[in-house]
């Protein structure tokens, strides 16, 4: 008999994030109460869904395991590295003797703490049978320009331009090796990258607005306005 399908959620959390100008990486800043990443780590619990978590930190990190939820049960901690994708490879490599290549990992910044429920469940439920995954987007409310220096040299048909948000949805197996093969390249800014580097297409699934990712001082304040809405 063959084992079932697993989810496995994968954080990467080793960046400094400069734009927030703070004292701390911002995933440690406070919200709601908490830091930023139990607010995110917390909403993918909730999911329900993971076999685990695996959060990738800097191993000069000394916030997170002051925090009691790097001790929870289902959260793992991996080395995080130079790069996003770094990060996101490592943890991947951390659950190699656990997970198999057909598991579903999604990839959830560290930073997003307005995830939803709702929203796993519908990136899940859209892709669990795709052949490759796909990632939560977003159409752009703004007309789009093309730009050099301070001058439009073009617009942009907005149809066919999506904001890629997380989670980010792919097989354990394929994300893997993409992401060793593009290992050290800059134009991977997030998983998907990795995966059309290798010619493949994956899907976007229309995900909520309120998911933003906490990148300067001002997004603190809208963060919270959305998770008390929510
Ligand atoms: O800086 P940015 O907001 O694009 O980072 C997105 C996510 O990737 C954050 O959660 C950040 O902590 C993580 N990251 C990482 N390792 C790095 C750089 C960023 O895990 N070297």
New binding site residues.
């Given amino acids: 008999m063959t084992d079932p399908i697993k989810f496995w959620g994968i954080v ?4 400094v ?1 400069k734009r927030m100008q703070a004292n701390r990486p911002k ?1 440690y800043l406070g919200l709601a109460g908490k830091t930023v990443i139990e607010q995110t780590l917390s909403r993918l619990l909730q999911a329900n869904v993971f076999e685990a978590i695996v959060v ?1 930190v800097s191993e000069q990190d000394p916030y997170w395991p002051d925090l009691a939820i790097s001790q929870h049960a289902n959260i793992i901690t991996a080395p ?5 994708a ?2 996101v490879l490592s943890a991947l490599k951390t659950i190699r003797d656990k997970a198999s290549d057909s598991d579903w990992v999604l990839v959830h ?3 997003r703490p307005c995830i939803t429920t709702t929203d796993i469940q519908y990136l899940i439920d859209s892709l669990v049978n795709d052949d490759v995954g796909g990632i939560l987007a977003l159409s752009s409310p703004d007309t789009l320009k093309r730009v050099q220096g301070n001058c439009i040299t073009e617009t942009l048909d907005r149809s066919h331009i999506w904001r890629a948000l997380t989670p980010q949805m792919f097989r354990y197996g394929m994300l893997k090796i993409a992401l060793e093969e593009t290992e050290g390249n800059p134009s991977i800014t997030d998983e998907a990258s990795a995966l059309e580097l290798k010619g493949l297409q994956p899907k976007i699934v229309e995900g909520r607005p309120d998911n933003i ?1 906490i ?1 300067r001082p001002e997004d603190l304040p809208l963060a919270q306005f959305y998770m008390e809405q929510q």
Avoid: H, I, L, V
Wanted: zero cysteines.
């Fill in positions: 990467p959390a080793a960046g994030g995933q990738a995080g590295g130079k790069e996003r770094d990060s910044d560290a930073a990712k990148t």
